[in-house]
T-cell receptor
Framework: AQSVAQPEDQVNVAEGNPLTVKCTYS??????LFWYVQYPNRGLQFLLK????DNLVKGSYGFEAEFNKSQTSFHLKKPSALVSDSALYFC???????????WGAGTKLIIKP | NAGVMQNPRHLVRRRGQEARLRCSPM?????VYWYRQLPEEGLKFMVY????????ESGMPKERFSAEFPKEGPSILRIQQVVRGDSAAYFC????????????FGPGTRLLVL
């Protein structure tokens, strides 16, 4: 069965420092991987996705993610964190059915000024 | 191009009442998905619909819950005889197709059952 794991419940980063939010996946076949962000009391916003091609995927708001097949990881990164990046981040994969999104538990990112 | 619209944003119901949640997909999108989110958790798939058809409702409880996506108008998620355990955030998403197509989410409806 397809699944993703986010090993950290919370990540704390000082403003201006690089940030990494970790995700590992377990999928059969070609992995389809996404990152979504949820701001407090708001909907979910799509950040980026990996389908095929370049292992480094660039997304919205300066975020990028690196697909690593040997480590089965898809970590989210940003070179310089902003306080406004503080939110809940979800790593997501696609079920075999090709329409059910399977969600990680989420990682709360806190950026301190 | 407006995004996915959901209303109401907040809904309070007493036990035993009915809850109706509405979702208007993005223009040009004919695929609608409903997900439920409990506090501090990721989303759980409930149902996938295309116009006038339920494609997969395997994530939806068999009793009290129903969904539709009529030819005209928004998709409706209906919960009859609500119980406290139904309190959650319900998100709707839409996409132009399935597979690796990105699903775009609405702001959600937060249901509170008293």
């Amino acid at each position: 069965a397809q699944s993703v794991a986010q090993p950290e419940d919370q990540v704390n980063v000082a403003e201006g420092n690089p940030l990494t939010v970790k995700c590992t996946y377990s999928v059969s076949g070609n992995p389809y991987l996404f990152w979504y962000v949820q701001y407090p009391n708001r909907g979910l916003q799509f950040l980026l996705k990996y389908i095929t091609g370049d292992n480094l995927v660039k997304g919205s708001y300066g975020f990028e993610a690196e697909f690593n097949k040997s480590q089965t990881s898809f970590h989210l990164k940003k070179p310089s964190a902003l306080v406004s990046d503080s939110a809940l981040y979800f790593c997501v994969t696609l079920m075999d059915s090709n329409y059910q999104l399977i969600w990680g538990a989420g990682t709360k990112l806190i950026i301190k000024p | 191009n407006a995004g996915v619209m959901q209303n109401p944003r907040h809904l309070v119901r007493r036990r035993g009442q009915e809850a109706r949640l509405r979702c208007s997909p993005m223009k040009g999108h004919s695929h609608v998905y409903w997900y439920r989110q409990l506090p501090e958790e990721g989303l759980k798939f409930m149902v996938y619909l295309q116009k006038e058809n339920i494609i997969d409702e395997s994530g939806m409880p068999k009793e009290r819950f129903s969904a539709e996506f009529p030819k005209e108008g928004p998709s409706i998620l209906r919960i009859q005889q609500v119980v406290r355990g139904d309190s959650a955030a319900y998100f709707c998403a839409s996409s132009p197709g399935q597979g690796a197509e990105t699903q775009y989410f609405g702001p959600g409806t937060r249901l509170l059952v008293l």
